[in-house]
Structure formats: C-alpha cells, structure tokens
C-alpha cells in the first residue's frame, strides 16, 4: 500500500469554530486498512496525533504539532437489522437520525441536534435533552495497539463528558427502539425549536465549559457580566453566555484568550474553577 501523504488543511475546513490559519500536518485516510497502518507508522515514531471527525468540540492552533487523522475521506456506512443498527464512527449524528427515523427506529432524534460525528459523539459520552448517546448502546468496534476489538456497553465506564475507550472508534452497533416516524420527527422538532429559542447561531463550538456540580456555566458567566464581551472576533454570546462566537476571523488566541477570561471572572467571584468542554489543541 502507498504511504499516505500529510497535506496542509485550514483549520475552517477542520473545525465548526472556523478560526483562521491552517494545520500543516493533516491525513486524510480513505480506507480503515490505511488508518491502521498510518497509526501504527506514527506510533513507531513517538508522533502525537490526534483523529478528528466534525470537529465540533475543538480548537485547534496553527503552531500546534500534533499531526490531525481526519475521518472526513472515510466512506460512512450503516446497516440495519431489524431494530438494529450498525453504524461507522465518520457518520454524523443528523445522517443517523434521518436514517432512523425513515425505518421507524427511535433513538436519535435528540441527539441529532449535536454537529458532530457518532465516534466524536462517543468519545465525549455526547448527550442532549436528556438522551445520552449510551442510553442505546451495545457495543464499540475500536483499533487499539494495532488490533481491531470490540468492547461491549457494560465494559465502557461513563461520566460527564467522557468514556474510557481507549483506541481509535471505527463503529458502534445500538439497539434501538421502534416508534412512528411521525413521533420520532415530532420530537426532533421540539427539541429543535427548543434550541433555536436558547441558543445562538454562528460558528462555535456549542457548549464551551462543562457545568460545574448543581450549577450551570452559563448561569455564572452571565452572573458575571460576560454576555456581549468581545476579544478581537471572538465574542461571548448574546443569547447564551456558555457559547463563544467566531464573529468571522477570529484567531485562535482571540477564543483562546476569552476563554481564559471567563475562567478567571468565575473564579474571582464564585471561587469556581471552570473546565473546559472543548478542546483545545496547542
């Protein structure tokens, strides 16, 4: 097989935060036999990497050195059997929901409305309007140390905005409940309207910091008068003080340092350390 080649990517064609400037070293593996042998040749060479799907939970800097695995020239593939579905890592959340919802299989309908991909989806133990993307799950197809595996739902230990999985996410197998298409697509349309009323639109990452035990982030925030503030083309939301908006062009030290911000004005008025939801990749 040909070794793949590395190729310079904007970080706007990587990222749902779209700031400028682009990431030199970037794969973009179009088979899982090439993911496997271009992780096995950068783990022979101490290489950081890191895989990325959507990148809808990321900021990534153009110094950073991390070589970036892009899944985006993986073909996505899903399989149904009966009430269940078999579904590759590179598939968005929106692809599966629509999937779903025309076999009449309920499961997906909240989850849709996060911008990202199914393996990114469970690496962060992703969740929304109360689903979890675990809630279905049955198991995970995963390469680790150069093997392919697969690790059943009661061995993945969850928490907030994370699970163990340890390897690269190739596919997942859920079982899903069935429901009419009408009342999966009326629940979707809830939820979305829900969203639109309390979120903004723009380029961002959603979420910015996870909320801190019996607390919400965005409450603190605009406790602190953070709504509206600006750091070159990065502003704090309007709408909602938990979403940091790419007003169009912002750098990466323009979130960067916002972020740091906000961080520092809980933590000097509620003695709370904020953490990070996305992240930051330097």
Do not use: W
Request: include cysteine.
């Amino acid at each position: 097989m040909k070794e793949l080649q590395s190729k310079e990517f904007l970080i706007s064609d990587l990222t749902t935060y779209k700031n400028i400037g682009s990431v030199k070293c970037v794969y973009c593996p179009s088979s899982q036999a090439q993911l496997k042998e271009l992780v096995f040749k950068l783990e022979q060479e101490n290489t950081k990497f890191l895989v990325i799907g959507k990148g809808s939970n990321l900021l990534i800097s153009p110094k950073t050195k991390t070589a970036i695995i892009s899944t985006k020239n993986l073909k996505s593939f899903t399989r149904f059997n009966g009430s269940t579905l078999t579904a590759s890592a590179s598939c968005t959340l929106s692809q599966l929901y629509m999937l779903c919802k025309n076999q009449g299989l309920s499961g997906f309908e909240k989850l849709a409305l996060i911008p990202g991909s199914l393996g990114g989806a469970l690496k962060m133990n992703a969740s929304c309007f109360g689903d979890s993307i675990y809630d279905h799950l049955i198991e995970v197809k995963v390469l680790h140390n150069g093997k392919i595996s697969r690790i059943k739902r009661d061995a993945i230990q969850t928490e907030y905005r994370h699970a163990n999985i340890e390897g690269i996410i190739l596919s997942a197998k859920f079982s899903l409940a069935p429901k009419s298409e009408k009342e999966i697509n009326d629940t979707f349309t809830f939820c979305l309207q829900k969203r639109l009323a309390s979120q903004p639109q723009g380029f961002s990452c959603g979420s910015v910091f996870k909320n801190p035990a019996s607390d919400y982030a965005g409450r603190l925030l605009e406790e602190c008068g953070l709504k509206g503030k600006r750091i070159g083309k990065a502003q704090v939301s309007e709408k909602h003080a938990n979403f940091i908006i790419n007003l169009g062009g912002a750098t990466f030290e323009d979130i960067k340092k916002l972020i740091e911000l906000c961080q520092s004005a809980v933590y000097e008025h509620f003695n709370i350390q904020l953490e990070t939801e996305v992240k930051i990749i330097e």
